[in-house]
Structure formats: structure tokens, C-alpha cells
């Protein structure tokens, strides 16, 4: 770690230490009706159409930003998921354009337009009204999110668990199938809610003072992690897996950084990692092909990624503009399945390099913060494996990290 970060991270450690129980707020208005935003973004069943209490929720918080202010300023420091978001709209639009003119596979706009204008509101709205908060508001925000978020959960859980499929005549369940998606016709719309929850518990355990309190952030990363694997995502699954170990490297380094480089005490972990990897090979190769080979939907992800690639490659520097290109079949009306091919095909190379520059911005700020690093790093990689352009609570979760990260070093509003 360079000193530039590691000055960095000592102050945002100073910072958090400083925190007493007082600047905690637990039930503030302002919190509960995030959180209720957030839920309902994930409860897609409960929708009327394409909108519901999320999105009405989305607006409140879009107008009390907007409504009074005779200026607001933007910056690519304090706003930059909404400046992207305005440059794959226009490469997309252009690939549109391009896909129209010659012909190649234009399809219905109308959706993906809807649905990412409402992400350029979320992220417009949450950078202006985050970029105003101190660190105990956010790092408040955090916690009775998780805690909150868990309570909700966790009690449908338990009604799933004891044998109930339907409450108030909507589905706990995926298709008929044994698979927990409490009022969510996808369960990734509601695997992404509790994706960074685990190292949110890890990380509310390091903040807070009191026993109790850890013991409870404790539990809900297990209770987190069952919910996980209850929903049947491999693709959750990996994303898991691959923040952890990216985890326990982190954490590795740095524990050897402050022991002088023990080199001898980096190539004695990387043994017993490998052995662990060694003596679990078998499991971890049939998780592999099960992941590439085939998911839930029975789709084989190889086949569709290479359709998708022969599909960007019709229009490769802006894409083909709104629409689904892959499938069994190039053009077939399937999903890339994953973002940064779904971005390639739709937006070019233009727009992958601007989803390329917003994650490294994204990662390289909070990487100051190992915990918030890896719930990151754990969204990012669950794009890997499906798309995630369209999950709002992915992107409130973005803006919520990069802002707790940014007051946790010490920015002022």
C-alpha cells in the first residue's frame, strides 16, 4: 500500500474510532424511508407495471433535491455514476443509430430507456444528497440498512422456512421452485439487496464498542449468507467467494506490511491457501462448470457470452444501442448475462471504457477500507455472471459506499 493510501486509511481509522453511540441515528425518517426504497426495488412483484413504491419513493427524494435550489453544483469528483450514466446514453443512442441505419437488429427501446433514465435520476438524486452528509449520518445509513434490512428479510425467511410459499396472495418463491425471492419475479432484483452484507457485518463489528451489538452484526452475516444460498445463485455464490479471497489477501498484505515484509511469512500463506484450493479441487471444479456451463434457467453462459461478443462485433466501437442481442443464437433476445458484455454490445467500445473508468474510480477509492473494498468487489463480480445495468439497488449501493469512504477520510461537505 502506497504512503499517499496508507495516510489515508489511518485517518479514516481516527475518524471512525472518534465515533460514539450518540452520532448514531436509528430511526430517523430519512433512514426508514431509504430503506423501504431500497427493499422495494427488489420486491419487483409488488409493482403496479413498471413502477412502484421504490421508484414513488426514488421521486420524493429526486424533487426535495431539486424543488428550492436555484443552483446545484456538479463535479466528476461528487457526481461521476451520473456522468457516466450520461455517456453510455449517448454511445448507446448512437449505436441505436448506427443499428437502425444498416439494418443489422433493431429492437424495442422503449425499456431499457425507461429503466436506465431512472437510474440517472437514483444516481443524480443520491450523489447530490450524500455528497451533503458527514460520515456518522452514512456510516448510520449503513447500519440500520443491514440491521433493518435483515429484521425484514430474515422474518420472511423464517415464514419461508416454516413451509409458507405465498404471504398475502404474493409468492415467496422463485417459478413454483423451491428457491427463496420474497416478492421478486428474479431473485438477483433481491439477491443483490443482502450481496454485500456479509462484509457490511464484518465491518459494523470493527466500528462498533458494544458486545451486543457485534454479537448482532454476527448473526446476520450468517443469517445473511444462508438467505444467500437459499436463493440458489451461483452467480451470488462466486461473487462471494472471490471478494473473500480477495479479502483475505488484503488483509494479508497489510498484516505483513506491519511486520517488516515477512516474505517468508507471505510464501508460508500462499502454501497453506494453495493446499486449501488442493484438497477442495473437486468441489470447486464442478462449481465452475455449473457456473459456466449452466444456471438456474438451465442457459449455458459460454454459449450466450460468445454470441453476445459475436453480436458487439456487428457495431464495435457504440454498440447496437437498447436491446438484447444474445441467446442460443446471435440476436436471439437473450441478455449478454453478463454487464460488461451487455455494455459492449449496447453501448461499444465507447462505453465499456467508461464502465471501466467508473469502477476503477469506484475500487480505488475504497480500497482505503478493506470491508467497503470487498462489498464492492462482491456486486461487481455478481455482474460477471448476470446483467446488472438495470438493478437499482446495485447502483444506490455504489453511491452509498463511495460517499462512506469519502467522509470516512475526512471530506468535508
Known amino acids: 500500500m502506497s504512503k499517499c493510501l496508507q495516510k489515508q486509511f489511518h485517518k479514516g481509522v481516527r475518524m471512525e474510532n472518534k465515533l460514539t453511540q ?9 433512514n426508514i424511508l431509504i430503506l423501504t426504497m431500497v427493499l422495494f426495488f427488489g420486491f419487483t412483484s409488488l409493482r403496479f407495471g413498471a413502477f412502484g413504491l421504490g421508484e414513488l419513493l426514488l421521486l420524493f427524494f429526486c424533487l426535495n433535491e431539486l424543488v428550492g ?3 446545484i453544483l456538479v463535479s466528476f469528483h461528487h457526481h461521476f455514476f451520473s456522468l457516466f450514466w450520461v455517456a453510455f446514453l449517448c454511445f448507446m443512442t448512437f449505436g441505436y443509430a448506427v443499428n437502425t441505419f444498416l439494418g443489422i437488429a433493431p429492437q424495442d427501446v422503449k425499456f431499457d430507456y425507461q429503466a436506465y433514465v431512472v437510474i440517472l435520476f437514483l444516481c443524480f438524486t443520491f ?4 455528497k451533503k452528509s458527514n460520515f456518522a449520518s452514512l456510516y448510520s445509513l449503513v447500519r440500520f440498512l443491514y440491521f433493518g434490512g435483515l429484521f425484514v428479510i430474515g422474518t420472511l ?3 419461508y422456512l416454516r413451509g ?8 415467496l418463491t422463485y417459478g413454483g421452485a423451491d428457491i427463496f425471492s420474497p416478492f421478486a419475479n428474479d431473485y438477483h432484483q433481491f439477491a443483490y439487496f443482502i450481496a454485500p452484507f456479509p462484509f457490511i457485518g464484518l465491518y459494523i463489528m470493527t466500528i462498533e464498542k458494544q458486545m451486543t451489538v457485534k454479537i448482532l452484526a454476527l448473526a446476520g452475516i450468517v443469517l445473511s449468507v ?5 436463493t440458489t445463485s451461483s452467480t451470488l455464490v462466486a461473487a462471494w467467494a472471490i471478494a473473500t479471497l480477495i479479502f483475505c489477501i488484503v488483509m494479508t498484505v497489510k498484516s505483513v506490511h506491519k511486520l517488516h515484509r515477512s516474505y517468508g511469512l507471505i510464501i508460508a500463506l500462499f502454501c497453506i491457501l494453495l493446499l ?11 462449481f465452475i462448470n455449473d457456473f459456466f456451463h449452466g444456471d438456474t434457467n438451465g442457459e449455458n453462459r459460454l454459449v450466450i457470452w460468445s454470441n453476445a461478443i459475436k453480436a458487439w462485433l456487428y457495431s464495435p466501437i457504440f454498440g447496437l444501442g437498447p436491446g438484447s ?9 437473450y441478455e449478454a448475462h453478463n454487464s460488461f458484455l451487455q455494455i459492449l454490445t449496447q453501448g461499444g467500445i465507447a462505453g465499456g471504457l467508461a464502465y471501466i473508468l467508473m469502477v476503477t474510480k469506484l475500487t480505488k477509492n475504497t480500497y482505503v477500507n478493506t470491508f467497503i473494498l470487498c462489498s464492492v468487489i462482491s456486486l461487481i463480480v455478481y455482474g460477471f455472471g448476470i446483467n446488472d445495468l438495470r438493478r437499482t439497488v446495485l447502483w444506490f449501493y455504489y453511491i452509498l459506499f463511495y460517499f462512506l469512504v469519502l467522509k470516512s477520510k475526512g471530506e468535508t461537505s
Open 69 to 71: 435550489k436555484k443552483k
Open 157 to 159: 425467511f423464517f415464514i
Open 325 to 333: 442481442y444474445s441467446g442460443d443464437d446471435v440476436f436471439d433476445g
Open 127 to 130: 450523489e447530490t444528497f450524500l
Open 164 to 171: 409458507r410459499t405465498v404471504l398475502l396472495g404474493f409468492s
Open 22 to 30: 450518540e452520532h448514531y441515528v436509528l430511526f430517523s425518517p430519512q
Open 276 to 286: 486449501v484450493l488442493l484438497f477442495n479441487s473437486e468441489l470447486i471444479l464442478i
Open 226 to 230: 444462508f438467505i444467500g444460498l437459499s
